[in-house]
């Protein structure tokens, strides 16, 4: 079985709709694909009606969160995000966090043009909805905005600190979620946590080894080890933290389309760790392609 539990479409910021990924997770050869969309679960219909055979659909969701130190100020700390699988999308309490992260991210897109505008690149609101079209709006559609304008040469080199990366000249604070609080969610949703990607230093400061550890006290199923920003070194460190805290390792494409370079497929989760996934949740279940089985290792 081959196994891809992070991927994204125009729900949020990927470049394949919901019908289109799955699409092209069955092209792929995969078995098993999951769509995490940031904060939102509105691409799910779609992907399911649009199902090959032979495919069978995680659902779930990349919540936005913020570990901070205790006493910290707000807005300190640090941005992480938690994969959430096989929850109960209408679970009022997880849905009114989503929602509240969600309608944070328009003003706060609008507040980023202005930073960039005000530091002389002309960009306009216009061109980032475009760019967004139905998608929830994020960094990601801003820093596409500068790779059309020429600013930059890729998505990725907008996220430094001289333009949209924590911190950065251009950024601006959203609403964010305790991870504790996450976790509790997710659990009371029926559904399985994985931090995903924690060890991706290209991308900002990370959380703290101490931090995964209380983590995983409070409930948190696994981490996100096999993903293109983690190199073989930092895989090992994470699958032996993994080890020592008792959590699932997973692995993932964290596939966007053509935003980024990965590749459908291009890290997999261990069919036995799928396995106990799927055995955990009970908010949802994994849904067959038509005509199908759900595929349960």
């Given at each position: ?59 779930g ?51 980023m ?13 216009e ?10 709006v ?8 500068l ?22 000249r ?53 981490i996100?080890?096999d ?15 993994a ?55």
């Amino acid at each position: 079985m081959r196994i891809d539990l992070h991927c994204h479409s125009t729900a949020s910021d990927g470049t394949d709709t919901p019908a289109g990924l799955v699409r092209a997770a069955g092209a792929a050869g995969l078995d098993v694909v999951a769509l995490t969309d940031h904060d939102t679960t509105r691409g799910h219909a779609e992907a399911i009606a649009a199902l090959p055979e032979g495919l069978t659909l995680v659902t779930g969701a990349e919540l936005s969160c913020r570990w901070s130190e205790p006493g910290a100020r707000p807005g300190d700390g640090i941005s992480m995000h938690m994969l959430a699988y096989l929850f109960d999308p209408e679970e009022p309490a997880l849905l009114a966090e989503r929602e509240l992260v969600r309608d944070d991210r328009v003003p706060r897109a609008r507040a980023m043009v202005a930073r960039l505008r005000e530091a002389g690149v002309d960009v306009t609101w216009e061109q980032v909805a475009r760019i967004a079209g139905d998608g929830s709006v994020g960094r990601p559609h801003v820093a596409t905005a500068l790779v059309e304008l020429g600013v930059v040469a890729t998505v990725d080199e907008a996220f430094t600190q001289h333009w949209l990366a924590d911190r950065g000249r251009a950024w601006v604070p959203k609403h964010e979620t305790d991870p504790f609080e996450a976790i509790r969610l997710v659990k009371a949703a029926g559904g399985v946590t994985v931090f995903a990607h924690p060890g991706a230093v290209k991308r900002g400061r990370t959380v703290p080894e101490s931090a995964i550890a209380a983590m995983a006290e409070a409930g948190l199923d696994g981490i996100e080890v096999d993903h293109m920003d983690h190199d073989p070194a930092t895989r090992a460190r994470l699958r032996g933290l993994a080890a020592e805290l008792g959590l699932l390792v997973t692995g993932s494409s964290d596939y966007h389309g053509t935003r980024k370079t990965c590749v459908l497929g291009e890290n997999v989760t261990d069919p036995e760790v799928y396995g106990e996934i799927v055995r955990r949740a009970w908010g949802a279940f994994p849904v067959p392609g038509a005509g199908g089985t759900s595929a349960v290792a």
